[in-house]
């Protein structure tokens, strides 16, 4: 497999800075860069992430895949509201930018080029993150 070093250019940016969008896109000839901002409501026993729904879009994620992600990962319990996950407990800004980091780097994210535009496929009892830039296809762990 031939691998494009350029496409290494591509990568997922967590910020808590941007307030006005949630994905930016499409630079050029398929480079592309997503900027994602985890939206947290503290409630009294409970964070909310009120913008699951849009992170999930912006990763072409289902919300409920990266809400389990986020609640296997940290042994929390909580829930798919509408557009927002509850989880219980306390959890900061920065463990839940870092859970992000680490689904997209495991279930977003081509191992083989860094591309982030991927769809995540099941065969039998098997999933694999599939790329669209390059063609790979890795197994995933169930979650
Ligand atoms: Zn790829």
Same mark, same amino acid.
């Given at each position: 497999m031939v691998v494009d070093m350029a496409k290494k250019d591509m990568y997922?940016?967590? *910020?808590?800075?941007?307030?006005? !969008?949630?994905a930016k896109s499409v630079t050029k000839?398929?480079? +592309? &860069?997503l900027v994602l901002r985890p939206v947290l409501i503290h409630g009294g026993r409970n964070v909310i992430l009120s913008n *699951?729904?849009?992170i999930a %879009? =912006?990763?072409n994620r289902e919300p409920e895949h990266i =809400? +389990?992600?986020m609640l296997k990962e940290t042994g929390r319990a909580g829930a798919v509201e509408e557009d927002r996950l509850v989880i219980q407990g306390r959890i900061t800004p &920065? %463990?839940? !930018? !870092?859970?992000? %980091?680490?689904?997209v780097k495991e279930f977003v994210k081509c191992p083989i080029c860094g591309g982030i535009d991927t769809r995540l496929v099941s065969e039998k009892k098997? !999933?694999?993150v599939v790329c669209e830039v390059c063609g790979a296809k890795n197994p995933v762990r169930k979650i």
């Open positions: 997922v940016r967590l *910020l808590d800075t941007v307030l006005d !969008r949630v000839s398929g480079d +592309r &860069e *699951l729904k849009q %879009e =912006a990763l =809400a +389990r992600f &920065e %463990e839940v !930018r !870092r859970l992000i %980091e680490l689904y098997f !999933r694999f």
